[in-house]
């Protein structure tokens, strides 16, 4: 967990360098997380993407709509590190007994059309976790895209894709969208801290629950 009261309230955009205590191996990683208040609720109207990842720590990209009130000051990012490939085990000493799964899938982002289908190589089932962030690979940049999980069934998820600047397919070059998802293979409900001395959170503050009122029967 980390806290945002060094940054500019009169900003819109963010970013934020994160190090990391414990050095890692190398870069081969992803982040995950959210925004959230200091009452540690999740929050609308900004959205947070992760990149340049070093052995060092990484960035967190924030923006803020612009008819957000938010105060960034009062904000904290909830962050989570996911080793790839190999064992696929969350990078935490306090976490090590969760199994995760990671899936990089492309979808191609159409102006008339907001949800998109993944389907995993594996069976979901009710308790897991998912994450999710996008990545744009063919300008190199974290998108602007918030992503929110919809439904989900035994062998698919469907995701709401939708972004905060207004495109056109008309003329232009399709815009490939790589989504990058972790799920977390467990029933358990939250994590624990490893940059604090005590305390966790619950899991659906920075991923989607897989639930019976989620569920695409």
């Known amino acids: 967990i980390t806290d945002l009261r060094d940054l500019d309230n009169n900003e819109v955009e963010y970013h934020k360098r994160i190090n990391i205590e414990s050095l890692l191996e190398n870069e081969d990683y992803e982040v995950y997380g959210s925004i959230v208040s200091k009452n540690n609720s999740r929050l609308e109207g900004i959205y947070v993407n992760f990149g340049s990842y070093d052995v060092n720590g990484f960035f967190a990209m924030i923006k803020k709509l612009e008819e957000s009130s938010i105060n960034i000051k009062e ?7 996911v080793e790839i490939p190999s064992k696929l085990l969350v990078f935490s000493p306090n976490n090590r007994e969760f199994q995760v799964e990671c899936i990089k899938e492309s979808i191609i982002l ?16 009710q308790g897991y976790t998912i994450f999710v962030h996008a990545y744009c690979p063919s300008t190199n940049y974290e998108p602007d895209n918030i992503i929110k999980l919809v439904k989900w069934s035994h062998n698919s998820i469907k995701f709401q894709v939708t972004s905060n600047n207004n495109f056109s397919t008309d003329n232009e070059e399709d815009i490939n969208l790589e989504l990058r998802i972790c799920v977390l293979c467990s029933d358990y409900k939250n994590l624990k801290f490893d940059n604090k001395s005590e305390g966790g959170y619950s899991l659906d503050l920075t991923g989607y629950v897989l639930t019976k009122d989620n569920f695409n029967e």
């Open 110 to 125: 159409q102006s008339n059309k907001s949800n998109y289908y993944i389907r995993p190589s594996f069976s979901l089932s």
């Open 75 to 81: 904000c904290r990012i909830l962050w989570i590190i």
